[in-house]
Structures are given as C-alpha cells and as structure tokens.
C-alpha cells in the first residue's frame, strides 16, 4: 500500500503543500498517480523520480512528489482531500486518502459602543429644511450640506 508524507493538519490559501509518495516493495515498480479531490493535478506540479532498488535486489520501490500553492479551489467544504494510487499492470492496485482542513481567520466578534448608521448627503434628503425662510414661506439652503446619522442623531455641516 503506497504512504504519503509530509501532509500537516491544515492549510491556508497559498501555503506551499509539498508531499511524497512511496510504494511498497514490488517487482516490477509500481507506478504511481496522486488525486487532488479526485481529479489529477497539473503535470508540472508532480516531481516524479526513477524507482530505487532495494538491499533486495529484486524488489523495487516507486517514489512520487506533489507540489503546489494550496488555493481556495482546492477545498471543497473545507476539506482537501488529496490520493496517491499504485499500479502494476492491471493486476495491483491500490490506494491511500489523506484529507486536511482549510485553516480559516477567526473571526471575532466585535461590537462598538455605539451602533453607527452611515448614510451621507451631499444634499439634503427630501423633506428636509435648513437655512433662512424666505418671504414666501420656503426654506433656502446656501452652499452644500453634509449630513450624518449616527443612531438617533442627526448632525448636520454647513458650508
């Protein structure tokens, strides 16, 4: 059954995963493929090395190297699950699954003192008067207005 190394608990986008395969002694070698949620990873991102002869001289064994920048599309559910399969022919074949959660920012809670509401004006809102009345009742804004909620209170800035 083939083993990975080097796989840690968790992963954040763009930390480097840097894993190795190897098989169990065989002869022929066998050969080795990796799964990244099931589907294989771009070529350049396998290191893949001749098989190595054992003190046994007749058993081989298969060594194969995965490198990459984790992204956000590598989890799904927040799990990456990542498979390195061994095969000889089509009479062996066998696989190992290891998995590693996404290591997310904590968010923390926080809560101001007050609630703010930001709504500004460059004008002021319908319904609104300001200024100095004018002989026929209206009300006249000079220059621009700049208005602030905050919670309940309204303060405004004249020009």
């Known amino acids: 059954m083939p083993s990975i190394q080097g796989l840690k ?4 986008v763009d930390d480097p ?4 395969c190897t098989s169990g002694r065989s002869k022929p070698a066998a050969n080795l493929t990796w799964y990244i949620n099931d589907r294989q990873p771009l070529k350049a991102h396998v290191r893949t090395y001749s098989p190595f002869d054992t003190n046994e001289s007749e058993w081989q064994i298969s060594q194969i190297g995965l490198q990459f920048l984790v992204s956000h599309d590598h989890f799904v559910s ?4 990542i498979r390195c399969s061994a095969s000889i022919y089509d009479i062996y074949w066998q696989s190992t699954e290891v ?8 968010v923390i809670h926080y809560e101001p003192a007050a609630t703010i509401v930001g709504i500004n004006y460059l004008q002021p809102p319908p319904n609104f008067q300001t200024g100095q009345k004018k002989p026929d009742g209206q009300v006249g804004v000079k220059g621009n207005v700049f208005f602030t909620f905050w919670r309940r209170n309204i303060f405004a800035l004249l020009d």
């Open 9 to 12: 608990r968790k992963y954040r």
């Open 78 to 81: 927040g799990k990456l699950k």
């Open 99 to 106: 998995s590693a959660e996404e290591d997310r920012p904590r």
């Open 17 to 20: 995963l840097r894993l190795n």
